[in-house]
């Protein structure tokens, strides 16, 4: 469990400085209305494609150079890293460029209709589109430099772009008079920031820079599952989000609030995924089987305790919401109704983010992807639009957050128990 703790600790901390800094963001948006708080909710959605497309990008880089690093192969782990920033560059100015042009029409689409919800939405993403190539190249760069088990440097590159990302918010919201547009800003200036340093250190590591189409090539096949898995989830938050919206601007509110926590407490319990994407592929590279099949059972109950304690503070902080982020009396009654869906789904959630990790680092991407597809297409999709239609309001909304966690619980663990996940071998 030392390594897994020598791993996952930087790692949480670079998880959790993103999600904490969109706490303040929220926290600083919330004081200006519920209009804007809503629209950054909105805008925030769209935004979490590129997240999202990154993370897919990190997780694929993770694994094949973990497994590069169990076999002794340090510098094609590192190449590795190369051909992902390539990727991620090209990627990110693809967003860029598709948020510009939809802009208006996508958060008009989420928002329910025009109105100054949808202006908000649009105004803020329309900036916030601007750190997109950045924030592609930031997580490359955490992909491969898990891969190598190094999370020293990432912690500070992450920190040192958050801090400053941190300290501008509130200064650009207020005192310069910005608004909503300077949560935006103060966004694109973080992500800006972490992108270059990743590309320093790639520099830094005197391997060839140039992309290598063949490998290329090979990430992407890896990445069109981890694509279609992602993208179940993508269009479960969206449709959380867009649902929440039709339930009027207090329960989205709410919803925003609820969801960033949520986010923050996922991304945090993902510390321990990391490790054992980093730790199961190395040990597979490595073809030792046994050794990865009992660091698996390891990282399920260290899930589980992690799971559970988040369960706790979660269930304490529904005390603190209403001054955190100024709610009015409408929005926290509203937060009130997922909370109590929120405290019940985490120990469940912290072994499925750990057994996703098991399954991430054995490169078992196409199990994930089924799984993901069928508990979103046959569970959470057809629960949260029946809760629309039968106005169960936001309550509904999180009762298919919940049921969402507990079929692919059952589906990870009845993947543990057998033998097709740990392939041994540098690439799988």
């Known amino acids: 469990m030392r390594r897994v703790a020598a791993l996952a600790v930087p790692a949480l901390v670079v998880l959790a400085a993103e999600p904490l800094y969109v706490l303040v963001d929220t926290a600083v948006v919330g004081h200006l209305g519920r209009t804007q708080l809503a629209g950054l909710a909105i805008g925030g959605s769209v935004m979490s ?17 973990a497994r590069r690093f169990g076999a002794g192969q340090r510098a094609e782990a590192v190449e590795e890293g190369v051909q992902a920033s390539w990727l991620a560059l090209a990627g990110g100015l693809v967003i860029l460029l598709v948020l510009e042009a939809a802009a208006g029409p996508l958060t008009r689409v989420l928002a329910g209709g025009a109105g100054d919800v949808a202006r908000n939405a649009e105004a803020w993403l329309r900036i916030a589109a601007l750190g997109a190539p950045g924030l592609m190249l930031g997580t490359a760069g955490n992909g491969w430099m898990r891969g190598v088990q190094d999370t020293r440097r990432p912690l500070y590159y992450v920190l040192a772009a958050n801090a400053l990302s941190a300290a501008l918010c509130p200064l650009l919201v207020y005192p310069a008079g910005l608004g909503l547009t300077g949560s935006a800003v ?17 520099v830094s590591e005197r391997v060839p820079l140039r992309p290598h189409l063949a490998v290329i090539g090979r990430q992407l096949a890896l990445g069109r599952d981890l694509l279609l898995r992602g993208a179940a989830f993508q269009a479960c938050f969206l449709s959380a989000s ?14 925003q609030i609820a969801i ?15 490790a054992a994407q980093a730790l199961i592929g190395a040990a597979l590279g490595g073809e030792r089987v046994a050794e990865a099949r009992h660091l698996a059972r390891r990282i399920t109950v260290a899930g589980l305790v992690a799971g559970a304690g988040f369960a706790v503070l979660v269930a304490a902080a529904l005390l603190a919401v209403r001054p955190w982020f100024g709610a009015d009396a409408e929005v926290y009654a509203e937060a009130r109704h997922a909370w109590w869906f929120f405290v019940a789904m985490m120990p469940a959630a912290g072994v499925v983010f750990a057994l996703d990790g098991v399954f991430l680092g054995a490169g078992d991407v196409r199990y994930l992807r089924n799984l993901t597809l069928v508990c979103a297409l046959g569970g959470f999709l057809p629960g949260i639009w ?5 106005d169960f309001g936001l309550r509904g909304v999180w009762a298919a957050l919940t049921l ?25």
């Open 242 to 255: 867009a649902v929440a919206a039709r339930f009027g601007e207090a329960a989205l509110a709410a919803h």
């Open 186 to 202: 103060a966004n694109v200036a973080a992500q800006t920031v972490v992108g270059l340093l990743f590309v320093r250190a790639l």
């Open 49 to 65: 494609f590129a997240v999202w497309l990154g993370t897919v990008l990190a997780y694929g880089t993770t694994g094949r150079a």
């Open 386 to 390: 029946l809760a629309y239609l039968l």
């Open 404 to 428: 969402f966690i507990a079929l692919r619980l059952a589906g990870l663990l009845l993947r543990l128990n057998g033998d097709g996940w740990a392939v041994a071998g540098a690439v799988r």
């Open 260 to 274: 960033q926590l949520f986010f923050f407490t996922a991304l945090a319990l993902d510390a321990i995924a990391i």
